[in-house]
T-cell receptor, first 114, second 110 residues
Framework: DVKVTQSSRYLVKRTGEKVFLECVQD?????MFWYRQDPGLGLRLIYF???????EKGDIPEGYSVSREKKERFSLILESASTNQTSMYLC?????????????FGQGTRLTVV | KNEVEQSPQNLTAQEGEFITINCSYS?????LHWLQQHPGGGIVSLFM???GKKKHGRLIATINIQEKHSSLHITASHPRDSAVYIC????????????FGTGTRLQVFP
């Protein structure tokens, strides 16, 4: 079974703190993604990465950065956490099946910024 | 206007009922995913389909590419089916990036 593991299920941080959310996948997938999920808005893409050291902005990258030093690990960084970054964060990895994509998701990290 | 619209947003059912969740999208796609999210957050991919119909146990997914519409059906629903179901098309020119509906919250009561 493909596994996408996020380091924390629940996290509480203070405003202004630097926050690291870690994601590890064990199937050698090239593509990895970070999403946030808010009520009524669905999943929105923050950043994605096609390969080691490669990253691209998604739809809502402001206030976030990412790091992919190893293929299996994709980290999301909140440089200075703010209360509007309180959300559920989901990591995913994917691979191509012909022209299509199989996607696998982590269990989510519910972050509260106080 | 959202690129992906799901209906209904909320759905309650009695155990045993037949359930249909609909998804309409406005972009060109190569394939569409149906995802299931249980309370607690983790997401599981149920189906990926680019044409026709797929069946997995009590779950059936259909897609009509011309009409830009997909449906997820659950036969003989059970309380353990209670979850949020999310439609996620993959763009035709960039299948790695999915776009997501806001989800349908299903509650099945015994």
């Amino acid at each position: 079974d493909v596994k996408v593991t996020q380091s924390s299920r629940y996290l509480v941080k203070r405003t202004g703190e630097k926050v690291f959310l870690e994601c590890v996948q064990d199937m050698d997938h090239e593509n990895m993604f970070w999403y946030r999920q808010d009520p009524g808005l669905g999943l929105r893409l923050i950043y994605f990465s096609y390969d080691v050291k490669m990253k691209e902005k998604g739809d809502i990258p402001e206030g976030y950065s990412v790091s992919r030093e190893k293929k299996e690990r994709f980290s999301l960084i909140l440089e200075s956490a703010s209360t509007n970054q309180t959300s559920m964060y989901l990591c995913a990895s994917s691979f191509r099946v012909g022209l299509d994509t199989e996607a696998f998701f982590g269990q989510g990290t519910r972050l509260t910024v106080v | 206007k959202n690129e992906v619209e799901q209906s209904p947003q909320n759905l309650t059912a009695q155990e045993g009922e037949f359930i249909t969740i609909n998804c309409s999208y406005s972009v060109g796609i190569s394939a569409l995913h149906w995802l299931q999210q249980h309370p607690g957050g983790g997401i599981v991919s149920l189906f990926m389909l680019s044409s026709g119909k797929k069946k997995h146990g009590r779950l059936i997914a259909t897609i009509n590419i011309q009409e830009k519409h997909s449906s997820l059906h659950i036969t003989a629903s059970h309380p353990r089916d209670s979850a949020v179901y999310i439609c996620a098309p993959g763009r035709a020119y960039n299948t790695d990036k999915l776009i997501f509906g806001t989800g349908t919250r299903l509650q099945v009561f015994p």
